[in-house]
């Protein structure tokens, strides 16, 4: 069958949104549409959305809004609309309303009915459905694109975690651990198509296979995914402190592919915001788990999620989190202002602090972090790092870009037949950023 139609995929949000992206595209795929990144000719456009934040949605409804005049341009394009903003209690009405150029709409839980909704919209109708639970199965054997270097694997869909803030277990259900078996073969296939890095995906990862017996946990999949052949790294995104085990720890210490990186979420350094934020760990919790961190995997890079300005955040709560900024050493923070999302608990929590005030708090916190992320990087100058070469610097394409297994990024002079390999690198230059190196 002659594949002419071309479709054009935009992803908002996390890595588990761009996931469930690249799900739709493939189905997409599978009913004759090629990837285009020319929105211009696309025949059939899709914005796998998130709601995580007010400015993330914004730009989304912006975004659609815009996809109108495409459609009188061209009356036969094909509108998908899919994922959290979608999902969100009482959204899809509201949604419909507004942008009535849109075909199909569709949730979080029936990505993989994706290729019914489009049947129905190719025929004319316009397609809405969600559903409110994921059906048994419905989430088996993701599609992934097949080839690339490094893959993203979900192992586990949905939160019971309720951080007040947070919308996600609103929208992506209650926590299910996808089978280990099916997650190794897949991971098994994207080697054999060519992938070197993989990483495993959940909203908390450490509490993977809570519900198996017997029980299997986060830390004996890591010990399983590590044995597999011609694999050559393992990364894991995202941890929750509160289930940071010793057993998980140790096993990234063992591990040959397990990157020592630890992406650890702290959101603040108060006990107070803690509490308010229901984290259900405390700072000196916290801290603990750094030093196990610290004393078993001593190279190990660390990474966190810092929100700034939840409701009832005094000055003194907020020199706290800089105070355990200052403590920890970060090599990275992704730093966020705290945004109301209607539904949650915090939304309609008592003093919301004015905007001003956190826009100057998260000022000081990413000024923080840029020195931490400095001097983290300078500590490596003149020291040597396995690398997996990505392909050409983004900035420079006459020189090749990578990342340590603590995922600095590193550009280096080297030959393009490098791509997919590990070398060596000493580390010559450093930015808050990137380091610049050269291959050994
Ligand atoms: S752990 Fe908390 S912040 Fe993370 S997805 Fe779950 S509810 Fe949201």
């Known amino acids: 069958m002659k594949n002419e139609k071309k479709v054009f995929t935009l992803t908002y949000g996390c890595q588990m949104s761009e996931r469930d992206a690249e799900t739709i595209t493939e189905i997409a795929g599978q009913a004759g549409y090629s990837r285009s990144e020319d929105l211009d000719t696309a025949d059939l456009v899709i914005i796998n959305t998130c709601c995580v934040r007010e400015s993330a949605e914004n730009k989304i409804l912006g975004k659609i809004g815009e996809l109108k005049k495409f459609k009188e341009k061209n009356p036969n394009l094909k509108i998908a609309i899919s994922g959290c903003m979608v999902q969100q209690p009482g959204a899809l009405e509201r949604l419909k309303k507004r942008a009535p150029h849109v075909d199909i709409w569709a949730g979080t839980h029936n990505l993989h009915d994706f290729s019914s909704l489009l049947q129905r919209a190719e025929r004319g109708t316009k397609v809405a459905e969600i559903w409110q639970e994921p059906k048994v199965n419905s989430e088996s054997a993701p599609l992934a694109e097949q080839g690339k270097l490094q893959a993203n694997v979900n192992i586990m869909y949905g939160c019971n975690n309720f951080c007040s803030y947070c919308i996600v277990p609103h929208v992506r259900g209650r926590e299910r651990s996808r089978k280990p078996e099916e997650i190794i073969n897949e991971i098994k296939d994207l080697v054999a198509s060519g992938c070197r890095e993989v990483t495993l995906l959940g909203q908390n990862v450490n509490s993977y296979g809570k519900e198996f017996l017997p029980s299997y946990d ?26 940071l085990s010793d057993k998980l720890i140790e096993t990234v210490a063992k ?3 397990l990157c020592e990186h630890f992406h650890l979420p702290i959101q603040s350094g108060s ?8 984290r259900k760990y405390t700072r000196e919790y916290y801290i603990s788990r750094v030093r196990e961190i610290r004393k078993l995997v001593p190279n190990a890079s660390l990474t966190t999620d810092i929100i700034v300005g939840f409701p009832g955040e005094s000055e003194e709560d907020f020199e706290q989190t800089l105070e355990i900024m200052r403590l920890i050493h970060y090599s990275q923070a992704f730093t966020f202002m705290f945004s109301k999302r209607s539904g949650t608990l915090a939304a309609s929590m008592e003093n919301q602090i004015p905007l001003d005030v956190k826009k100057r708090r998260l000022q000081r916190l990413m000024s923080v972090q840029n020195k931490e992320s400095l001097d983290w990087r300078q500590g490596m100058i003149g020291k040597s790092y396995e690398v997996l070469v990505e392909g050409p610097s983004k900035t420079n394409p006459t020189r090749l870009t990578g990342r340590t297994r603590g995922n600095e990024l590193v550009v280096f002079n080297g030959n393009s037949n490098l791509i997919g390999s590990l070398v060596n690198v000493r580390i010559n230059e450093a930015g808050s950023w990137t380091l610049v190196g050269e291959i050994e």
């Open 255 to 257: 591990g040959d592919k």
């Open 218 to 243: 986060f830390a004996d999949l890591l010990r399983d995914v590590d044995q597999i052949p011609h694999l050559l790294r393992i990364r894991f995104i995202t941890s929750h402190p509160k289930d």
């Open 271 to 278: 006990d107070l915001i803690l509490q308010r934020m229901n």
